[in-house]
């Protein structure tokens, strides 16, 4: 990789990954991108005190949302290549890892297809930090040799095919799926996940006010709602799930039912 600080590498991209929240998280790489970038264009969950290690640079959002996003993908892909071509230090920043559903891939066909040069710097996608601090591993010697990472959030959910990828001896991790959960419940179900496997709901992992939440599969989508979860979040399915140090869900829900009846 060139150096930052070599003046023949203005006029480019770095793509980087702001990691899951926390910037004790961030490389130290990512940190000197930060300090030499003359633009960082953001994703909407980047915190903002990994945003203060560039105060020198102009800030752009391209903040999107399951409803609305501020600007299409073409549009944001436009935007770096116009502020690279005037020469400068264009930091993209994404949440977790710019290649684990981040589009980070699209972005860098696009800048290379401009002719211009381009360079991806790694983060702790928002699965591995949201584990880690909830002490849940994905895998495990004695409980997952495999693990698998899916969207939630996509068109044709449920046409998509994911057998074999929950189940005993695998772990499934899930991001984007808060507001498709019911659905996703139902899928693994009827492609044969047994009902009583263990899952756990990840919020705002490495952030204040995080919370681990475990439940079954069959109990998925109603705890989801009894406990107001709220994006970002990121659901594990799979034995591991009893390992982590996570609040269980369905035991507190059936006791309260139980001395209501």
Same mark, same amino acid.
């Given at each position: 990789?060139a *150096?930052?600080?070599?003046?023949s590498?203005? /006029? ?8 899951? !929240? ?5 490389t130290?790489? $990512? ?12 994703d /909407? ?22 409803a609305?996003?501020t600007?299409p ?6 935007l770096?290549?116009a502020?690279?071509?005037? !020469?400068?230090i ?5 949440g977790g890892?710019?290649?684990?559903f981040?589009?980070? /891939? ?8 401009a002719?211009l ?7 702790i *996608?928002a699965?591995?930090? $949201? ?5 849940l591993?994905?895998t ?8 698998s990472f899916v969207a939630?959030?996509c068109?044709g959910l %449920? ?8 189940g005993?001896?695998? %772990?499934?991790?899930?991001?984007m799926g808060?507001? %498709? ?14 009902p009583?496997t263990p899952v756990?709901v ?6 204040? !006010? *995080?919370?681990?939440?475990? %439940?079954?599969?069959?109990d998925?989508g109603?705890?989801?709602k ?11 399915v799979?034995e591991?799930?009893?390992l @982590? ?7 507190a829900? $059936?006791? @309260?039912?139980? $001395?209501?009846?």
């Open positions: 990789m *150096s930052l600080l070599d003046p590498s203005r /006029g480019r991209v770095i793509l980087v990954g702001a990691g899951p !929240g926390d910037p004790g998280l961030l130290v790489r $990512a940190v000197e991108a930060l300090r030499q970038a003359d633009v960082v264009v953001h /909407g969950l980047v915190d903002p005190r990994v945003l203060d290690l560039a105060p020198q640079a102009h800030r752009i959002s391209v903040a999107k949302s399951r609305r996003h600007l993908q073409d549009a944001i892909n436009a770096i290549i502020h690279v071509k005037t !020469g400068a264009v930091v993209r920043l994404k890892d710019p290649f684990i981040g589009r980070g /891939g699209e972005e860098v066909e696009a800048v290379r297809e002719g040069p381009v360079e991806v710097i790694p983060g *996608s699965a591995l930090g $949201a584990a880690a601090e909830a002490m591993p994905l495990h010697r004695d409980w997952s040799s495999a693990v939630g959030q068109k %449920t046409e998509q095919d994911w057998s074999g990828l929950a005993k001896g695998r %772990t499934l991790v899930i991001y808060v507001a %498709t959960c019911p659905e996703i419940s139902e899928k693994l179900m009827n492609d044969g996940v047994a009583d756990a990840l919020e705002r992992g490495t952030l204040e !006010g *995080s919370r681990a939440l475990r %439940t079954l599969l069959a998925l109603p705890m989801v009894r406990e107001k979860v709220r994006s970002p979040a990121i659901i594990v799979g591991v799930v009893m @982590a140090d996570a609040q269980d869900k369905l035991a829900w $059936a006791s @309260a039912a139980e $001395a209501l009846a």
